[in-house]
């Protein structure tokens, strides 16, 4: 799963990528051409650690999410000459999209418009997005078009008005992802792997002084607060830069000085798996305790092949308790005892949390 960076010129996509991923990367776009930079981020989780801490396993492996930072979002780029190809081609590869938009302010680095106004950015860059996937709708309904005429293909015609649909919507800059579809629409349109379908995330990126006000902050996206498969977040990318440079020892007084309860990067990691539809289930052991990722609604067989293909072809049952009747109880041997390791079959839907143990047969 691949979370795509991307925001305009100076809006602090790469101090985020940098605090994220512990990566340096260095995507000014005065670089003069499309960069990528990737990294794999750990996603916290409480409640692994306790597994941790109660199993004492030799190793904890946290579930992980790809973030990917593309340079070279040209400010004229974001004005209807439309984005970079390659640019583009990195952005349609990604599962959802972050846009990192300015609301600090630092005369070292001028804002490309001129101001501080966070709810114009992300309409500038929706507005990209809605020419992008709009001009994709229409080469395919010319095709189409000509296609079904002589055809008369029924499922030509289906896809036709499908993407007629999708043409009436993106005119009236409606971003698809408000739209609802059959899962047969869905698989349709996937391969086109449009913009405004992706699940999106907008970090408001306050300044160190901000931090104090940042509901105050948020409020100026309000537009977009209710808006479906949309997650709006807040940070201050300098500042979580720099918690994440110190030794853990000093940061709680680092937090303490600036009024801080705890750094908002982790928050924004886990919403970034919720926006994914993402959800963990453990494994537990002296080996190691683990977090693996599922999409929502995945069965338990499926879930066995996620931990291994063997597992999931000799599938038998699976042994299952919930995190939080475990944690209550504090042993799997007491929870057997009580009733609260279930036996499931292969259909049982996976639930978040779940502390899972595989029987099959190879
Ligand atoms: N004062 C202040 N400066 C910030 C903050 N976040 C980022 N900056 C600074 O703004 C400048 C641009 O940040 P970058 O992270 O390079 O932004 P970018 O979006 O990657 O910029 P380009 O790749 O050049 O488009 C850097 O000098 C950052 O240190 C912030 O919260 N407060
Ligand atoms: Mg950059």
């Given amino acids: 799963m691949e979370i795509g960076i991307i925001g305009l010129p100076y809006s602090g996509k790469t101090t985020l990528f940098s605090t994220l991923t512990g990566l340096e990367s260095d995507t000014s776009h005065f670089a003069g051409k499309i960069e990528v930079h990737r990294g794999v981020v750990k996603v916290p989780d409480e409640r692994l650690d306790q597994l941790t801490a109660i199993f004492k396993p030799k190793k904890q492996v946290n579930a992980t999410i790809q973030y990917v930072e593309v340079g070279g979002l040209e400010k004229e780029a974001a004005h209807g000459k439309g984005f970079d190809p390659q640019f583009l081609a990195v952005l349609k590869n990604s599962d959802a999209l972050c846009l990192v938009v300015r609301a600090f302010e630092n005369d070292l680095y001028p804002h490309p418009e001129g101001s501080i106004d966070p709810l114009r950015d992300v309409r500038i860059v929706e507005a990209e997005f809605l020419l992008s996937d709009l001009s994709i709708v229409e080469n395919r309904i010319k095709r189409l ?32 992802r408000e739209l609802t579809f059959t899962p ?9 792997q449009f913009l405004t379908a992706k699940p999106l995330l907008i970090v408001m990126n306050y300044g160190e002084n901000d931090i104090q006000r940042e509901e105050e902050i948020l409020r100026s996206l309000a537009p977009y607060q209710h808006n479906p498969r949309v997650t709006i977040t807040g940070l201050c990318a300098k500042v979580e830069y720099e918690i994440s440079q110190l030794e853990p020892e000093d940061r709680e007084l680092f ?18 798996y919720e926006l994914l539809g993402l959800i963990s289930f453990f494994t537990v052991g002296e080996d190691e305790c683990r977090a693996w990722t599922i999409k929502e609604g995945t069965t338990a067989q499926k879930a066995a092949g996620v931990i291994h293909s063997d597992l999931e072809k000799g599938f038998i049952r699976a042994e299952v308790v919930s995190f939080d009747d475990f944690i209550t109880v504090g042993n799997l041997a007491k929870c057997r ?9 292969k259909e049982y839907v996976v639930r978040d949390g779940d502390i899972i143990t595989v029987r099959f047969n190879v």
Wanted: hydrophobic letters at 30%; charged letters at 45%; aromatic letters at 2%.
């Fill in 145 to 176: 078009e000509k296609q079904a005429k002589s055809t008369k293909n029924e499922e030509d015609l289906r896809e036709l008005e499908l993407l007629q649909r999708c043409q009436k919507a993106l005119e009236e800059e409606t971003p698809l």
């Fill in 184 to 192: 047969e629409e869905e698989l349709k349109l996937r391969g086109f």
């Fill in 337 to 345: 005892e009580k009733g609260l390791l279930r036996l499931e079959g």
């Fill in 255 to 272: 937090l303490s000085d600036l009024g801080i309860q705890e750094p908002a990067l982790p928050k924004l990691i886990r919403k970034s």
